[in-house]
């Protein structure tokens, strides 16, 4: 049997569509279901996808291509400088993306 290793990859559900439609062009099998993080309660999704070892190089690099951190400016909703006062939007920095993703060894599986 072919070294296998199982990876469970947590992302931001803003980066989990890009990820499926990769993760299908490069043909790695998956599944896919919707999780909520426990500190912020956010949003994620987790993918489980098992692959031979050979092909763990090749995963790690899509995932953090598609799913990394990145800064982002964006259109403030709420009022910076006056809690009361006329809203005006201001453009604020912000991080999004990101996820964490173990690696797991898998000494048998069987498909039936």
């Known amino acids: 049997m072919t070294p296998t290793v199982l990876f469970i990859c ?20 998956f599944t896919k279901l919707a999780s909520t993080g426990g500190f912020l309660r956010e949003g994620n999704t987790t993918f489980l996808i098992g692959i031979e070892e050979t092909r763990r190089e090749e995963l790690l690099q899509l995932v953090k291509e598609v799913c990394g951190r990145r800064e982002e400016i964006v259109e403030s909703t709420i009022p910076i400088n006056e809690p009361l006062g006329p809203f005006v939007p201001q453009r604020v920095k912000v991080t999004k993306g990101g996820g964490v993703l173990f690696e797991i060894p898998i000494r048998y599986y069987e498909r039936f």
């Not at 980066?15 to 499926?20: E, M, P, S, T």
């Open 10 to 29: 947590v992302v931001k559900d803003q980066d989990a569509n890009k990820l499926v439609e990769v993760l299908r062009e490069k043909n790695f099998a």
